[in-house]
C-alpha cells in the first residue's frame, strides 16, 4: 500500500485528488494538507510514501516545501510528486532541483495520476535523464560550479555519474566501462546515496551544477 499526503491549497482539488486516489486499489490517502508549511509538517509527522504537492501555494510554496522534505535525512524515504497547472519548462527545472522525483499536470488523466505515484515510488523520475538535462541547460546556470560536492566519489563512480547525465541505462553504463549491468547498477546507487540524489534526474542537475557536465558535451 503506498501512503500518500495530499497537499495543495485549493479545496476543490484537494478533494477531488483525495477521491481519485480513494478509488485506487494499493494507493491509501493518510492526509490532506492546504499549504506547505503543513504539508511540511504533516509530511515529518506521518511520514508518507509520496507527497503530492501543489507549486503555488500561500506561506510556503511547493518548490520551497519540497526542498525541505526532501533534504530531511529523516524522510530519506519520501518521494515528492508535483501536481500543477503550471507545466512551464522552468518549474520542472526548480521542483527537480528542489528535490522532486516528477513533475504531472492537475489536467492529467486519473489513472496516470495514480501510475504516476507508483512510479516515483519505486524509485523512478518521471523525466527522463535526457530530458532533465535538455531542461537544466536551458533554465539553469550555476555562476560557480561546486566540484567540491563529488569529492566523496571515487573515480569510477564519476565516471558513472557523467554517463547518468547523459542519459544513458544501466546497460548502456555496463557496455561502455565493460561491467556487469548488476555492478552499473549498484555503481548508480551509491553515487546517489552519497550525492543524497531519490532519482537518476536529481543525478543530471549534480552532474550540472558541479561542472561535470556542461551544455552541449
Given at each position: 500500500m503506498i501512503r500518500v499526503l495530499v497537499v495543495d491549497d485549493q479545496a476543490l482539488i484537494r478533494q477531488a485528488v483525495t477521491d481519485i486516489l480513494r478509488s485506487s486499489p494499493g494507493v491509501e490517502v493518510i492526509g490532506v494538507a492546504a499549504d506547505g508549511a503543513e504539508g511540511v509538517e504533516m509530511t515529518r509527522r506521518l511520514r508518507p510514501d509520496v507527497v503530492l504537492m501543489d507549486i503555488r501555494m500561500p506561506r510556503l510554496d511547493g518548490i520551497d516545501a519540497s526542498a525541505r522534505i526532501c533534504t530531511d535525512p529523516q524522510l530519506a524515504s519520501t518521494r515528492v510528486l508535483i501536481l500543477t497547472t503550471f507545466e512551464e519548462d522552468e518549474y520542472v527545472v526548480r521542483a527537480m532541483r528542489a528535490g522532486a522525483s516528477g513533475f504531472i499536470g492537475k489536467g492529467a488523466e486519473p489513472d496516470d495520476i495514480v501510475?504516476?505515484?507508483?512510479?516515483?515510488?519505486?524509485?523512478?523520475?518521471?523525466?527522463?535523464?535526457?530530458?532533465?538535462?535538455?531542461?537544466?541547460?536551458?533554465?539553469?546556470?550555476?555562476?560557480?560550479?561546486?566540484?567540491?560536492?563529488?569529492?566523496?566519489?571515487?573515480?569510477?563512480?564519476?565516471?558513472?555519474?557523467?554517463?547518468?547525465?547523459?542519459?544513458?541505462?544501466?546497460?548502456?553504463?555496463?557496455e561502455e566501462l565493460f561491467i556487469s549491468p548488476h555492478t552499473a547498477k549498484t555503481h548508480v546507487n551509491r553515487v546517489m546515496t552519497k550525492l543524497h540524489a531519490h532519482d537518476r534526474a536529481q543525478l543530471v542537475i549534480e552532474a550540472y551544477e558541479s561542472g561535470l557536465l556542461s551544455p552541449g558535451s
Open positions: 501510475r504516476a505515484i507508483e512510479a516515483v515510488h519505486a524509485g523512478d523520475s518521471l523525466l527522463s535523464a535526457a530530458a532533465t538535462r535538455a531542461l537544466i541547460a536551458k533554465h539553469l546556470h550555476p555562476a560557480v560550479p561546486e566540484r567540491g560536492r563529488l569529492a566523496a566519489l571515487t573515480d569510477r563512480e564519476e565516471e558513472v555519474l557523467l554517463l547518468v547525465a547523459r542519459g544513458r541505462s544501466n546497460q548502456e553504463i555496463a
